[in-house]
């Protein structure tokens, strides 16, 4: 269940349009048109999804791609009964609501609009449901099967696997945290905030009174960063705004986050001025048994983190460890870093009479200019007003292993609710009047 630009574009041309078509039309046919092992979609129906499908926009033969969804939408039905699921009316209005927001509406402002284009409540929440009660089949039926391993994390953060390429915006984000006790009142004080966000000024001055992110203390700008550095909510929103304006606030799960944007670039290719490396190098005194000891660190560590362990009883300038843009890397690091996978060695290099371990611990095209230059540390409240910073909150550092991690176990859900939904309807007994 996805809203795309199109869909919010259309939505606002509904509003403004003064539609006078009824939500459900008299004339309108109660007729089977299909069955689905016993179960019936009318023609009244049909009719429902092509409308909402026209708001949409959807880019396909309505008739048919209608057909195709209510066909599926039964079958997705019959697959939760059989499993014992169902919905909580709370389970179905958040279902409803977060729906809704993703055109930048609560619930009865985006019934409204749809009922303009003819589409009926009964409609959406019939929509809705089966996506909801679709959801929890696939993760009660699959859940346990799936394991993301750190090695496909690595993979699928990493500059060989294209993370980083793509679009890029230039953005200032004002990130509010929230807890379920405090979630209403930051959404109200977000609501109120986004109208007075008139300029780059204003969006500056409140980003420090309000934001919890790192960027704050540069009144929220992130600089330069790929659009798939923010989660798919925000992507969306942010990718229909234009220079110079501010989103509606989003919702992050343990935040509210409001964008402005900035800047847009189309590139999709990952140049070397977009890559930044987090290196380490640790010294070893030169010697007949400097490369012996290289060796067999070697052969003792898997990451950088491991070099920590190796040095301990070491003086503490003898292994350090950066983040840098490769274009600030000293060119004869750079050079061997450029032959290195990730956490691989190097130890070609030498530092006066002391032989240097080199070791890649990533190579990313998503941290901005500002999350490589500027430390990241947690403070406290700057005033009365201003949360505390929190370093894990604002997308300036690119997506972290857990969004990753849940980004492949929802690839890996979905793949298997495909396969699930082709063997249930290869199965279902489907007959149309």
Same mark, same amino acid.
């Given at each position: 269940?996805?809203?795309?630009?199109?869909?919010?574009?259309?939505?606002?041309?509904?509003?403004?349009?003064?539609?006078?078509?009824?939500?459900?039309?008299?004339?309108?046919?109660?007729?089977?048109?299909?069955?689905?092992?016993?179960?019936?979609?009318?023609?009244?129906?049909?009719?429902?999804?092509?409308?909402?499908? &026209?708001i949409l926009r959807v880019p396909v033969d309505i008739r048919a791609e209608a057909e195709k969804g209510l066909i599926e939408d039964r079958l997705?039905? /019959?697959?939760?009964?059989?499993?014992?699921?169902?919905?909580?009316?709370?389970?179905?209005?958040?279902?409803? $609501?977060?729906?809704?927001?993703?055109?930048?509406?609560?619930?009865? !402002?985006?019934?409204?609009?749809?009922?303009?284009?003819?589409?009926?409540?009964?409609?959406?929440?019939?929509?809705?449901?089966?996506?909801?009660?679709?959801? &929890?089949?696939?993760?009660?039926?699959?859940?346990?099967?799936?394991?993301?391993?750190?090695?496909?994390?690595?993979?699928?953060?990493?500059?060989?696997?294209?993370?980083?390429?793509?679009?890029?915006?230039?953005?200032?984000?004002?990130?509010?945290?929230?807890?379920?006790?405090?979630?209403?009142?930051?959404?109200?004080?977000?609501?109120?905030?986004?109208?007075?966000?008139?300029?780059?000024? $204003?969006?500056?001055?409140?980003?420090?009174?309000?934001?919890?992110?790192?960027?704050?203390?540069?009144?929220?700008?992130?600089?330069?960063? !790929?659009?798939?550095?923010?989660?798919?909510?925000?992507? /969306?929103?942010?990718?229909?705004?234009?220079?110079?304006?501010?989103?509606?606030?989003? !919702?992050?799960?343990?935040?509210?986050?409001?964008?402005?944007?900035?800047?847009?670039?189309?590139?999709?290719?990952?140049?070397?001025?977009?890559?930044?490396?987090?290196?380490?190098q640790l010294l070893i005194p030169g010697g007949a048994g400097a490369a012996a000891e290289a060796e067999r660190i070697r052969g003792e560590v898997?990451?950088?983190?491991?070099?920590?362990?190796?040095?301990?009883?070491?003086?503490?300038?003898?292994?350090?460890? &950066?983040?840098?843009?490769?274009?600030q890397v000293p060119a004869d690091i750079a050079a061997e870093l450029a032959h290195l996978d990730e956490n691989e060695i190097s130890s070609a290099?030498?530092?006066?009479?002391?032989?240097?371990?080199?070791?890649?611990?990533?190579?990313?095209?998503?941290?901005?200019?500002?999350?490589?230059?500027?430390?990241?540390?947690?403070?406290?409240? $700057?005033?009365?007003?201003?949360?505390?910073?929190?370093?894990?909150?604002?997308?300036?550092?690119?997506?972290?292993?857990?969004?990753?991690?849940?980004?492949?176990?929802?690839?890996?859900?979905?793949?298997?609710?495909?396969?699930?939904?082709? &063997?249930?309807?290869?199965?279902?007994?489907?007959?149309?009047?």
């Amino acid at each position: 269940m996805r809203v795309t630009l199109l869909f919010t574009l259309a939505l606002a041309a509904l509003i403004g349009s003064g539609d006078p078509r009824p939500a459900m039309a008299q004339s309108a046919s109660f007729r089977p048109a299909i069955t689905v092992n016993d179960a019936i979609i009318t023609e009244y129906e049909l009719q429902q999804r092509q409308k909402f499908l &026209e708001i949409l926009r959807v880019p396909v033969d309505i008739r048919a791609e209608a057909e195709k969804g209510l066909i599926e939408d039964r079958l997705r039905s /019959q697959a939760a009964k059989q499993a014992g699921i169902t919905l909580s009316p709370d389970q179905l209005n958040a279902g409803m $609501a977060e729906f809704a927001s993703r055109a930048n509406l609560e619930v009865e !402002p985006f019934l409204q609009a749809i009922g303009q284009g003819g589409v009926a409540p009964e409609t959406y929440r019939d929509f809705v449901t089966s996506g909801l009660l679709w959801r &929890e089949v696939v993760r009660a039926r699959f859940n346990q099967r799936i394991t993301v391993t750190e090695s496909e994390i690595d993979r699928a953060m990493s500059v060989t696997a294209n993370r980083g390429a793509g679009p890029k915006v230039l953005l200032s984000e004002i990130i509010m945290p929230t807890t379920p006790g405090t979630a209403i009142e930051m959404r109200d004080t977000a609501l109120e905030l986004v109208p007075t966000l008139r300029s780059e000024a $204003a969006f500056a001055a409140a980003a420090r009174q309000y934001s919890a992110a790192p960027s704050r203390d540069r009144g929220g700008d992130i600089g330069w960063i !790929p659009l798939t550095n923010l989660p798919p909510q925000a992507r /969306q929103i942010v990718a229909g705004l234009a220079n110079g304006q501010v989103s509606d606030p989003v !919702p992050l799960g343990n935040a509210i986050g409001i964008f402005r944007l900035r800047g847009i670039r189309q590139s999709q290719d990952i140049s070397q001025s977009d890559i930044s490396v987090d290196y380490a190098q640790l010294l070893i005194p030169g010697g007949a048994g400097a490369a012996a000891e290289a060796e067999r660190i070697r052969g003792e560590v898997d990451t950088c983190d491991d070099l920590y362990r190796v040095a301990r009883k070491l003086p503490a300038d003898r292994l350090t460890r &950066e983040t840098r843009a490769l274009t600030q890397v000293p060119a004869d690091i750079a050079a061997e870093l450029a032959h290195l996978d990730e956490n691989e060695i190097s130890s070609a290099l030498s530092r006066g009479d002391a032989r240097v371990v080199l070791m890649l611990c990533t190579r990313r095209a998503t941290l901005s200019a500002s999350a490589i230059t500027v430390p990241v540390t947690a403070t406290d409240a $700057a005033d009365g007003a201003a949360p505390a910073i929190d370093p894990s909150l604002g997308f300036a550092q690119g997506p972290n292993r857990d969004r990753v991690r849940d980004e492949l176990t929802d690839q890996k859900l979905a793949k298997m609710a495909e396969a699930y939904l082709a &063997e249930l309807k290869a199965m279902a007994v489907i007959t149309r009047r």
